[in-house]
């Protein structure tokens, strides 16, 4: 099955979603392959202006099917938020796909992220390699320090989190 593929090449907002728009009309998924919930872009829906992070918007479009895949580190609390605020807006999220081989981003990922910017001071940087004194306490969103769990094969996959403990 042939595909239409939109990457962007810079470090931030190319037009990816505006084209991922233009060619909605014409495609069964559209899949967010990586990044976090550090990125994300803005939409108009209905005249409602939304801000989605994690979920591919795709979602927006009834015949569509969004998927999250393997590449994305996925933050359960902010995943979860922003399906609530589709719902509420009467978006259909059950046509939502996450992979199980997208990484979670735990609380304690947050937490290591917290200590070492405080022991590297000013010299702190945030994921997009920026100064972190710069972008004040929002940035900090775990996403450092998954991606180094994971370069280390110690991430945890979103289908180990599904998986139900061993009965006795």
Not at 16 to 23: A, R
Request: proline share 4%; with cysteine.
């Amino acid at each position: 099955m042939p595909a239409s593929i939109v990457v962007g090449t810079q470090w931030g907002d190319e037009g990816k979603g505006k084209v991922t728009d233009y060619l909605a009309d014409h495609m069964r998924f559209v899949v967010r392959y990586q990044g976090g919930n550090n990125a994300g872009h803005t939409v108009v829906a209905e005249g409602q202006l939304l801000k989605l992070h994690l979920v591919p918007s795709g979602i927006l479009y009834p015949h569509l099917t969004s998927v999250i895949a393997d590449g994305v580190v996925v933050d359960p609390g902010v995943l979860l938020e922003e399906m609530d605020t589709l719902s509420g807006l009467g978006i259909d999220v059950s046509r939502l796909v996450v992979s199980g081989n997208a990484h979670l981003i735990m609380p304690y990922h947050l937490e290591l992220e917290k200590v070492t910017e405080r022991h590297l001071g000013k010299h702190a940087l945030d994921q997009d390699l920026q100064p972190a004194a710069a972008l004040g306490q929002h940035h900090r969103r775990g996403i450092s320090r998954l991606r180094r769990a994971t370069a280390t094969a110690c991430g945890r996959h979103v289908q180990a989190a599904l998986r139900r403990p061993a009965s006795r």
